[in-house]
């Protein structure tokens, strides 16, 4: 799918090397116009900090905050971008781990933030998000190209293309799961979709410093 909007996917080597439903790695091939850069830290990252420094290029981050542009409410403009490309960065990581990747990389603290208004709760039917309004990478691709494509920044035509893809991921998963001898798989007990409890976990621990710190 062509985009205006340049997506660049900073994912944690744990998703690269060892996570089975990478919804990182989906997204990435939905979007033409998009690249996946694995690492920890950035600033010492050479295609990263190449990227952010162009002067052609408007870098924002995706990530909630109090001073993030709300991109449902119209509040980033093509006037804002002055004719510059809108490179979104995403952290494709669990939310501890982007929480760390952000923390030892000042220079995409530095940039400007952007969120959106989800339409709804997460779709993904084989993970257990820990609070409402958690979405996977691919999910959180999904709202904010519709976002900027209400904004008029973007054009989204195909919507269903990214979620009906998600949907035959899952179902694949929920088939191997089907098939496996024996009442666990992969180490897990595996359960059917359909029957599971998918109300957001109850924050403790380090999931309830998450719940304040995404408020």
Not at 148 to 160: Q, S
Request: glycine share 6%; hydrophobic share 35%; proline share 6%.
């Amino acid at each position: 799918m062509a985009t205006r909007t340049r997506f660049v996917l900073l994912m944690h080597p744990k998703e690269f090397k060892q996570e089975k439903e990478a919804t990182g790695r989906l997204t990435h091939l939905c979007l033409a116009n998009s690249e996946i850069q694995v690492g920890i830290g950035f600033d010492d990252h050479e295609a990263v900090q190449r990227i952010i420094a162009t002067p052609e290029n408007f870098p924002v981050l995706l990530y909630p905050g109090a001073n993030a542009h709300d991109l449902s409410r119209g509040e980033l403009t093509a006037d804002v971008l002055q004719g510059r490309q809108l490179v979104v960065f995403l952290l494709d990581a669990t939310w501890s781990c982007a929480r760390k990747m952000l923390r030892v990389s000042p220079t995409l603290q530095r940039l400007p933030r952007v969120k959106f208004t989800a339409s709804g709760r997460s779709r993904y039917l084989i993970k257990r998000q820990p609070q409402d309004g958690c979405l996977s990478t691919l999910e959180a691709a999904h709202e904010l190209l519709g976002a900027l494509a209400a904004a008029g920044l973007d054009r989204y035509e195909d919507p269903a293309q990214m979620l009906g893809l998600f949907e035959k991921m899952q179902q694949h998963q929920i088939r191997c799961a089907s098939q496996s001898t024996g009442p666990r798989h992969g180490g897990r007990t595996v359960r059917d979709p359909a029957t599971r409890d998918n109300t957001p976990a109850q924050p403790r621990g380090n999931s309830a410093r998450r719940r304040r710190y995404l408020k």
